[in-house]
């Protein structure tokens, strides 16, 4: 699962809580995901096997169909934010935006997702010509 993006789905402390639990490990959190396409991770990892979690991440429910998932990440120079839109669990359009020190959105996520947007409406409309 090295290099995937993980959507956390659940969160267990007890073998109550999953099946898979392990008691041994007395209430250390055991992760159950799902991938960035919608499909759900076959695996859970216990909180120390995990080596770095973005809490950063966000979705965004557009409509019953279609949602926006945005990201954080470090670049060289300072950080970037990226997001994907999904049409039934399926990506169909990606931007990022880059940026040196901070940024002053409304939201967070603000300008990546509008960008995005404004990409879709373009190819929707290139297509209907």
């Known amino acids: 699962m090295e290099n995937k993006t993980l959507i956390v789905t659940d969160i267990a402390r007890s073998k109550e809580e999953h099946i898979g639990y392990d008691s041994a490990f007395n209430g250390l959190p055991l992760y159950s995901f799902k991938f960035l396409n919608g499909k759900e991770c ?7 096997e ?17 949602q926006a998932v945005a990201d954080y990440g470090k670049t060289r120079n300072g950080f970037k934010h990226e997001a994907t839109i999904l049409k039934n669990g399926s990506e169909v359009g990606f931007a990022k935006v880059n940026y040196l020190n901070r940024t002053w959105e409304a939201y967070e996520y603000q300008t990546a997702i509008k960008k995005l947007l404004i990409i879709q409406l373009f ?6 010509n």
């Open 123 to 128: 190819q929707q409309k290139k297509k209907r």
């Open 42 to 48: 076959p695996n859970s990892l216990y909180g120390y």
């Open 50 to 66: 995990i080596e770095e979690v973005n809490f950063k991440m966000k979705t965004f429910q557009l409509t019953e169909n279609i």
